[in-house]
């Protein structure tokens, strides 16, 4: 069985980490949107209230599955049977950065290779940071949501 985790912060889930997924499928048995936990990090939405929306977003997809860790996301994978890690990438500072961590994976993970998928030229501007940007500032991001996600205004 091919399983893949998809880890991230998800703070909030926005189209372009849904079109990752949707693409992903038809390589895997087995997605886990797999939400990590980090006491020293700030969200802007609860874990309950990410794992909703997520859980929402493919509720007509039985390979995909969410799924909540804290220790070292390698370590998650081996407890799970995963050995892909699936991750995007949307230019070359993303590039920069998945690289180390990819290659820190795969020494301290069992056999654990990443995967990554190009974003798709319209989703590689979308991020969680702009989302976040755009609610702070009480603009609309709808755009930037999977279908059916609505943030309430604050
Ligand atoms: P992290 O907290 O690990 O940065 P994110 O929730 O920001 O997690 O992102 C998780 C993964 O989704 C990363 O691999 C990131 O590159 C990918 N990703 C985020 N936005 C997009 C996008 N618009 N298109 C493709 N991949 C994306």
């Avoid at 949107?33 to 909703?52: H, P, V």
């Avoid at 370590?75 to 990819?102: M, P, Q, W």
């Amino acid at each position: 069985m091919k399983t893949a985790v998809f880890p991230g912060s998800f703070d909030p889930f926005t189209k372009g980490h849904e079109e990752l997924v949707r693409r992903a499928v038809p390589l895997f048995d087995k997605i886990i949107i797999a939400i990590g936990i980090n006491s020293q990090k700030k969200y802007l939405f609860s874990l309950a209230q990410r794992t909703e929306w997520i859980e929402k977003v493919f509720a007509n997809e039985p390979k995909v599955i969410v799924d909540t860790y804290e220790k070292l996301t390698a370590h998650y994978c081996s407890d799970v049977g995963a050995n892909y890690l699936l991750r995007g990438l949307r230019n070359a500072s993303d590039f920069d950065y998945e690289k180390t961590i990819s290659q820190l994976n795969a020494m301290v993970g069992d056999d654990l290779e990443t995967i990554f998928l190009i974003s798709e030229p319209q989703y590689s501007h979308f991020s969680s940071t702009i989302v976040r940007e755009i609610i702070k500032g009480g603009g609309d991001p709808s755009p930037f949501l999977p279908q059916g996600i609505a943030i309430p205004k604050r």
